[in-house]
């Protein structure tokens, strides 16, 4: 009777080691292959494109036509009885830059680009107010952007080291101030 069981044992181990080679390698093969399409496909924001020299200075203002019906009327600069909202960080620094929002933007003020250590910065800066156009960071170095009603402020980071650019319009017109620690 204890030889019948060796034989029996034996082609159950076999099954086992076959169904684990066979999980493993099937396992292996569908990472390999969603590894490879995703890698293809990840999503990287998107680089702005360098400023030159001809596009920071000032534009003149194009003439716009009252009977457009595609214009949206501009925000309102009441104040609010609602709590200060807290910066919200993004990714991206282009995604309020829809040819819409700069076309206006820029009509009405003057485009600035500013060159730090961790990239490159471009405002447009206006009587009141100011846009962020682009912002991109340098090869080796992150950025982090953050916006408010009152203030614009752009991180770049390297390790250790950042790189702030800050513009501010709450008390007057806007002005640009960078740091580096």
């Known amino acids: 009777m204890g030889e019948a069981v060796w034989p ?3 082609r159950g181990v076999v099954h086992v080691l076959a169904w684990s080679l066979a999980t493993g ?42 009977a457009a019906s595609t214009q949206r009327p ?3 600069r009441s104040p ?20 819409a929002t700069t076309a206006s933007a820029s009509a009405s003020g003057q485009v600035k680009s500013y060159a ?9 800066l206006g009587e009141s107010s100011a846009t962020l ?3 991109t960071p340098d090869a080796g170095w992150s950025m982090q952007v953050w916006k408010t009603e009152t203030w614009i402020r752009v991180e770049f980071a390297a390790g250790a080291e ?15 101030e960078i740091g580096t620690y």
């Open 8 to 10: 029996a044992m034996l």
């Open 116 to 124: 730090t250590d961790g990239g490159r910065v471009v405002f447009d």
């Open 25 to 66: 390698a099937a396992t292996t093969l569908s990472w390999w292959g969603v590894h490879t399409v995703m890698a293809g496909t990840a999503y990287d924001p998107p680089r702005a494109l360098p400023v030159t020299a001809a596009d920071t200075n000032t534009r003149e203002p194009e003439p716009r036509s009252t």
């Open 80 to 99: 609010s009885l609602s709590p200060p909202r807290k910066p919200t960080p993004s990714a991206d620094a282009s995604t309020d830059t829809s040819p």
């Open 162 to 176: 950042r790189v702030s650019v800050f513009c501010t319009w709450h008390d007057g017109p806007p002005r640009v």
């Open 133 to 135: 156009v682009s912002a």
């Open 74 to 76: 501009e925000p309102s």
